[in-house]
C-alpha cells in the first residue's frame, strides 16, 4: 500500500474490530492520534500508514484483511466522484481473470497493466456494457485484486468490492431493501423457472442477482452503474446483458418482451423526458402527468412483458391515490393490467403487479389489495392464493371488485380496502384486548418507592474516572451482528428499551461479550436511552450496545444503571447539545457508601419496574383502541349495553 492510502472512521473501527463510537472517542482522549487527512468535518479520512502506526504504538491489535486492503488501494485510485467506475474496472478485470486467468495475471504483474489490459482484454469483456478505462486503477492494484481473487475467487471478490462501494456511498446509491429483492425474486420463482427477466432501471443489479437460472437483460442510466451490474452478473454466472443508458429516452431494448419485468424505478423525478416523449407508443393506457414519472415506468414495463406476462414494480405510496394520475389508474384497472397493491410498510414503497392482458382473455373483476406489514414475505401466499381463486378472500389481503374501484378518486391505497373478515373473531380479541389491559392497569396500583428531600451537594465522580479505577470494565457492542444466520442470542436495542429477553439472532464470531448476571448494558444512541442490569446470562451484546461490567463490592449494578439511563434521557450524557450519541464517559455519579447506593439501585429499580409497567398498560390501551375503532367503524361490532 502507498502512503496515499486513507481510512474513514468505518474503515478504522472494522480494521480495530471496534464500535465506530470507539474511534470517537480514541479521536477525543489521544493527543498523538493522527489528523486528518483529506475528507471533510463530518467524514474526515485518514492516512493508513499513520493509523496502522498509531494502533502499534498504543497496543490496539488489529489486522486488516487482504480484501479491506485491495478496497483501500481502489477507493484511492482516484477521487471520490470515479469511484463508481473504480469499481466497475475493478470488476471488469476480476471478469477477465475469472475467464483468463493466465492472461489476466500476467497483464496484472505488468510495468504497464492498463496498456497490456487494452490490448488483451478486450474479446474476453466484449459483452459489459461499457468499455472500463483501464489506466484508472493503476498499477499495482491490479495485482491486489488478483491475489484476492486467488483467495476468494473472482465472483466474491467483487461481492466484497460492491458491498464496501455501497457502505462508502450509502447515500448517492439507491440500493433496493433486502427483504423487497427477496420479496420480488420470490415473485419471479412463482411464475416458474427459466425464462427472461428484465429490470429496465437496475442500479447495480440488486434484483437479477438471484435470478442467476434466468435469460436477464438490466438496463441503468448510469455507465459505471450499469458495468458493475454486468460484472456481478456475469462473474455470478448468469446469461446476462446489460445496457447503459436511460430506459425512458433510449430504450436498450426496443420491441423486446421478457416473461417477467422487475423495476423499482427512481421516484419523483421530474425531468424524465416529458415534452419528447408525449406521443411515445409505450403510453397505451394514457399520457403520463409531468409529474407522475412512476406512471411512465409502469407503462414502460408492460410495454416490456409478453402477454400474460408478470411486471413486479415499487412505487412511491402516494402514487395509489394521487389525483393526476386517476385515469390511467382507471384504465389499467378497466383493461384487467393491475392485478395487486400491496404495501410494503408505513411510508412505502408499494408494490404494484401487473399483467399484460392476453388477446381474447376473460377480463378479471377482482384486484388483490394487501397490506405486508413486518413481513413482506406473507405476499407471496396471498398473491398464491389470488391466482388460484381470485374471487376468494387471500390470507393478509382482500380481492376487491374492479367496479367498485372505479369511482370519482379511484384511490387504491390499501388502508381503504382492509380485508372484510378479520382472521380472529372481532369480538373475541376485543374482549381478550380489555381483559389485558384491566389486569395490566390493576397491577399499576403497586406503591411507587417513597423519597425524601436531601440537603447539600453530593461529591461525585465520572464514569470514565470509574473505568480507569478498576471499579468498572467498559465493553462495546459490535459495529453490526456476525454475518450470516445463527442460533446464538443476542441482546438488542429493542430489548434493553423493552425491557426484554434476548430477541436478536447471530452466529459465533471472535470477540463478541458475552453478558453475566450483574453487568449493566446501556443503549449508546441519544434517541433510544435506556439502560438495565443484566439478569440471566449466555447471550451476546449486540450493536448500538454500551455493557459495564462492574465490581459488585463496591459499586452497585442498579445504581450505575438509573445514573446512566438519566443521563440518556436527560440529555447529561451528550458530547454536546444534539449529538445523537451518549459519552458514557462524562456520566458524573454520586460518591456513596455502598449500603447507600443499593438503596438507591433498589429506587431506581422500582422506577424502572413501574416505567416498564406503564408502557406495557398504555401498548395495550392503544391496542385496545384500535381493535375498537376497527370494530366499530367496519361494522363488525356494536355496543353491548
Not at 493466465?102 to 497490456?116: I, Y
Not at 474476453?124 to 483501464?134: F, Q, S, Y
Not at 442477482?209 to 448510469?222: H, M, N, T, V
Not at 442470542?489 to 453475566?516: F, I, K, Y
Amino acid at each position: 500500500m502507498g502512503q496515499d492510502a486513507t481510512l474513514n472512521a468505518g474503515d478504522i473501527a472494522r480494521l480495530a474490530d471496534v464500535g465506530r463510537a470507539a474511534v470517537s472517542n480514541w479521536r477525543r482522549r489521544y493527543d498523538d492520534f493522527p489528523q486528518p487527512v483529506g475528507g471533510t468535518a463530518a467524514s474526515p479520512l485518514f492516512s493508513l500508514p499513520e493509523i496502522e502506526d498509531w494502533l502499534r504504538r498504543n497496543g490496539k491489535s488489529y489486522e486488516m484483511s487482504l480484501g479491506d486492503r485491495a478496497w483501500q488501494a481502489l477507493k484511492t485510485a482516484g477521487d471520490d466522484l470515479r469511484l463508481g467506475e473504480l469499481v466497475g474496472c475493478a470488476g471488469a478485470f476480476l471478469l477477465y481473470l475469472a475467464r483468463e486467468p493466465a492472461a489476466a495475471r500476467r497483464a496484472a504483474r505488468a510495468a504497464d497493466p492498463a496498456a497490456v489490459l487494452r490490448r488483451d482484454a478486450a474479446r474476453a469483456t466484449a459483452d459489459l456494457p461499457v468499455r472500463p478505462d483501464w489506466s484508472l486503477v493503476g498499477a499495482g492494484r491490479y495485482a491486489l485484486l488478483a491475489d484476492l481473487a486467488a483467495e476468494q475467487g473472482p465472483a466474491a471478490a467483487f461481492e466484497l468490492l460492491c458491498e464496501r462501494y455501497a457502505e462508502a456511498h450509502s447515500r448517492q446509491l439507491s440500493v433496493t431493501r433486502p427483504d423487497i429483492v427477496a420479496l420480488l425474486a420470490g415473485l419471479a420463482r412463482l411464475e416458474g423457472q427459466g425464462g427472461t427477466v428484465l429490470d429496465p432501471a437496475c442500479g447495480v443489479g440488486a434484483l437479477l442477482l438471484p435470478l442467476a437460472g434466468a435469460r436477464l437483460l438490466g438496463q441503468e442510466s448510469g455507465e459505471a452503474a450499469a458495468l458493475v451490474a454486468a460484472a456481478r452478473l456475469l462473474l455470478g454466472g448468469a446469461r446476462a446483458e446489460i445496457a447503459a443508458g436511460d430506459s425512458l429516452r433510449a430504450d436498450g431494448f426496443p420491441g423486446r418482451r421478457a416473461d417477467i419485468v422487475l423495476c423499482d424505478p427512481p421516484f419523483n423525478e421530474r425531468a424524465w423526458g416529458y415534452e419528447e416523449l408525449t406521443g411515445d407508443p409505450r403510453w397505451e393506457y394514457g399520457l403520463p402527468p409531468r409529474g407522475e414519472p412512476e406512471l411512465a415506468w409502469v407503462q414502460h414495463c408492460l410495454a416490456h412483458v409478453r402477454p400474460g406476462g408478470l411486471v413486479a414494480i415499487l412505487m412511491p405510496s402516494a402514487a395509489a391515490g394521487r389525483r393526476p394520475g386517476k385515469r390511467i389508474r382507471g384504465n389499467l384497472l378497466r383493461a384487467g393490467a393491475l392485478r395487486a397493491v400491496v404495501a410494503l410498510g408505513p411510508g412505502g414503497p408499494d408494490l404494484w403487479l401487473l399483467r399484460r392482458p392476453e388477446p381474447g382473455a376473460r377480463q378479471p373483476s377482482t384486484m388483490l389489495v394487501a397490506e405486508a406489514g413486518d413481513e413482506p414475505s406473507g405476499v407471496l401466499d396471498a398473491w398464491r392464493a389470488f391466482g388460484a381463486a381470485p374471487e376468494a378472500e387471500p390470507p393478509g389481503g382482500r380481492a376487491v371488485r374492479i367496479i367498485d374501484l372505479l369511482d370519482d378518486e379511484i384511490d387504491l391505497t390499501p388502508a381503504r380496502y382492509r380485508p372484510r373478515h378479520p382472521k380472529e373473531d372481532p369480538a373475541r380479541a376485543y374482549a381478550a384486548a380489555r381483559e389485558r389491559f384491566q389486569a395490566a392497569a390493576a397491577a399499576l396500583g403497586g406503591s411507587p418507592p417513597r423519597l425524601a428531600a436531601r440537603a447539600g451537594d453530593l461529591p461525585t465522580t465520572t464514569v470514565g474516572e470509574l473505568v480507569r479505577a478498576g471499579l468498572v470494565g467498559f465493553h462495546q457492542g459490535p459495529a453490526r451482528p456476525a454475518a450470516g444466520h445463527g442460533d446464538l442470542p443476542m441482546l438488542t436495542v429493542a430489548d434493553v428499551v423493552a425491557g426484554g429477553p434476548p430477541s436478536g439472532r447471530t452466529r459465533h464470531d471472535p470477540g463478541q461479550v458475552v453478558l453475566e448476571p450483574g453487568d449493566v448494558v446501556a443503549t449508546a444512541s441519544a434517541t433510544e436511552c435506556a439502560a438495565r442490569t443484566v439478569t440471566e446470562g449466555g447471550a451476546v451484546l449486540g450493536p448500538q450496545l454500551h455493557l459495564y461490567r462492574v465490581d459488585p463490592e463496591r459499586l452497585d449494578p442498579d445504581f450505575l444503571a438509573g445514573h446512566l439511563r438519566y443521563a440518556g434521557t436527560a440529555g447529561t450524557g451528550r458530547a454536546h447539545p444534539g449529538a445523537s450519541r451518549v459519552d458514557a464517559r462524562r456520566v458524573r455519579i454520586p460518591r456513596l457508601p455502598l449500603a447507600e447506593q443499593r438503596a438507591h439501585g433498589r429506587a431506581f429499580r422500582e422506577l424502572l419496574e413501574l416505567d416498564d409497567r406503564l408502557r406495557e398498560t398504555s401498548a395495550l390501551g392503544r391496542k385496545l383502541v384500535g381493535l375498537g375503532f376497527d370494530g366499530l367503524a367496519g361494522g363488525h361490532l356494536r355496543p353491548d349495553g
